[in-house]
Nanobody
Framework: QVQLQESGPGLVKASQTLSLTCTVSGGSITSGKHGWSWIRQPPGKGLEWLGVIDYDGRTYYSPSLKSRTSISRDTSKNQFSLQLSSVTPEDTAVYYC????????WGQGTQVTVPS
């Protein structure tokens, strides 16, 4: 069974870059024609899809965040990562990684706070 675990700092200063890593176990991020997504949920709001990196390395981003978002992977570690630049307090959220295409397994989520 595929399991995902997010890791990274819980506090990021405004204007800096948020960096999170998702470690995948129980399956390879390069096989099965799956994608690997980042999704977030700000306090009191709904889920927001940030982007995906597919099994072949292709990436796709939310148009509203594309200019600030980068998703990469380390196949040797079976990990994929999110970088969100120039953060503001509006980027405060619980960040999830998930297997995609279709969306199935999720990580437990990690809180990231950008203080005002």
């Amino acid at each position: 069974q595929v399991q995902l675990q997010e890791s990274g700092p819980g506090l990021v200063k405004a204007s800096q870059t948020l960096s999170l890593t998702c470690t995948v176990s129980g399956g390879s991020i390069t096989s099965g024609k799956h994608g690997w997504s980042w999704i977030r949920q700000p306090p009191g709001k709904g889920l927001e899809w940030l982007g995906v990196i597919d099994y072949d390395g292709r990436t796709y981003y939310s148009p509203s965040l594309k200019s600030r978002t980068s998703i990469s992977r380390d196949t040797s570690k079976n990990q994929f990562s999110l970088q969100l630049s120039s953060v503001t307090p509006e980027d405060t959220a619980v960040y999830y990684c998930a297997r995609a295409r279709p969306i199935s397994e999720w990580g437990q989520g990690t809180q990231v706070t950008v203080p005002s």
